[in-house]
């Protein structure tokens, strides 16, 4: 199946600093990604779906302004947590639409936010 | 609404014991029914990918089946290695083909 990265997977940072995560599809082009988040023993919540080329879509809920997402190229799109507070500390997973007879989503390792 | 709802939310199971997950949805135009496996602390690994009522996949000790109200993920003679948690996702017309997802069933398979 095809292969998403995320980096990095741990990240520890204070309050108030901005952080920024990378999601790579290494085997193949993705022009759509999307980025969850996902609290212990919870469901993947959609947070917004990364366009190439064009603006990110957010889910309702979800401030623009504080996650900012870049879909700079076919293989990279980027979250940052901007100003970041401890209740941003979650687990964030992005994924690839790969398209075609079978369109599926592959997701990334996660990449683990806490925030002093 | 849509819904998607995932049952039981744990199930512990002896080696060897066979059983069945259960992914029941109310969506208007499914386009498809996702199975995800999800390790602790690590992202949902493709499983498989159900389109229509009437078919099944099928992957090791793993078969995922579908009709048109739910789907079913049976799991033949388990091994503790089949531990985690299996996550049900299903894409829509009405929802603009967004994936909704499941909150799981955490699967433990005792030795």
Known sequence: ?116 | EDQVTQSPEALRLQEGESSSLNCSYTVSGLRGLFWYRQDPGKGPEFLFTLYSAGEEKEKERLKATLTKKESFLHITAPKPEDSATYLCAVQATSTGNQFYFGTGTSLTVIP
């Open chain 1, 1 to 116: 199946g095809a292969v998403v990265s995320q980096h990095p997977s741990r990240v520890i940072c204070k309050s108030g600093t901005s952080v920024k995560i990378e999601c790579r599809s290494l085997d193949f082009q993705a022009t759509t990604m999307f980025w969850y988040r996902q609290f212990p023993k919870k469901s993947l919540m959609l947070m917004a779906t990364s366009n190439e080329g064009s603006k990110a879509t957010y889910e309702q809920g979800v401030e623009k302004d504080k996650f900012l997402i870049n879909h700079a190229s076919l293989t990279l799109s980027t979250l940052t947590v901007t100003s970041a507070h401890p209740e941003d500390s979650s687990f964030y997973i992005c994924s690839a639409r790969v398209n075609g007879p079978q369109e599926t989503q592959y997701f990334g390792p996660g990449t683990r936010l806490l925030v002093l």
